[in-house]
């Protein structure tokens, strides 16, 4: 089945630990996106890539860096920079045409210990 | 800019009753709309779409029109079950300087009591 697959579902960082959490998606989707929810609270674009090897800045994207090597992946890595990453990460992806849909995976929990 | 509002929850329905999410928008452009719900602990999940003015999304017994004249695409359903209880979230897509961008809504919590 086609989808959006983010791993690990569960993370723990301990303070000072860069994490990594996996977005893959075989849509055949150019765009890819990632967005942060806090409990109660809408989302927060923190970072978006149209194409291969490119990606720019969302609305909160210090702390966290991207990489965008290959169409169907789109890691996100959280680094010891943002001060409170306990949230809720998820990963879209769109095709880049006009009225399209973004599609979501399941979700990523981090939270420091 | 763009952006999306819609009302303040928690709501709460007992089951049968006739529910309406209001959302209304501010786009410089010819957005899409679109109603997502997500259940606890997952990601969201299109639960319908509009593209131009007076379109009808539909799905599952939810629907929402595009109104343009109103800036507004309120979620409405006749008969809610319990099983409809989750987060309601309403966005608009638009191209804005070459990149397509997606604006949500803060969500909107539904609960259905037996």
């Known amino acids: 089945d086609g989808g959006i697959t983010q791993s690990p579902k569960y993370l723990f960082r301990k303070e000072g630990q860069n994490v990594t959490l996996s977005c893959e998606q075989n849509?055949?989707?150019?765009?890819m996106y990632w967005y942060r929810q806090d409990p109660g609270q809408g989302l927060r674009l923190i970072y978006y890539?149209?194409?291969?090897?490119?990606?720019q800045k969302g609305d909160i994207a210090e702390g966290y860096s991207v990489s965008r090597e290959k169409k169907e992946s789109f890691p996100l890595t959280v680094t010891s920079a943002q001060k409170n990453p306990t949230a809720f990460y998820l990963c879209?992806?769109?095709?880049?045409?006009?009225?399209?849909?973004?599609?979501f995976g399941e979700g990523s929990w981090l939270t420091v210990v | 800019g763009n952006s999306v509002t819609q009302m303040e929850g928690p709501v709460t329905l007992s089951e049968e009753a006739f529910l309406t999410i209001n959302c209304t928008y501010t786009?410089?452009?010819?957005?899409?709309l679109f109603w997502y719900v997500q259940y606890p602990g997952e990601g969201l999940q299109l639960l319908l779409k509009?593209?131009?003015?007076?379109d009808k999304g539909s799905n599952k017994g939810f629907e929402a029109t595009y109104r343009k004249e109103t800036t507004s695409f309120h979620l409405e359903k006749g008969s809610v079950q319990v099983s409809d209880s989750a987060v309601y979230f309403c966005?608009?897509?638009?191209?804005?300087?070459?990149?397509?961008?997606?604006?949500f809504g803060t969500g909107t919590r539904l609960k259905v009591l037996a």
């Open positions: 879209a992806s769109s095709i880049r045409q006009w009225r399209n849909t973004i599609y």
């Open positions: 849509l055949n989707h150019d765009a």
């Open positions: 890539s149209q194409i291969v090897n490119d990606f």
């Open positions: 786009a410089t452009g010819y957005p899409s």
């Open positions: 509009a593209t131009k003015a007076d």
């Open positions: 966005a608009l897509s638009d191209l804005t300087s070459g990149t397509y961008k997606y604006i």
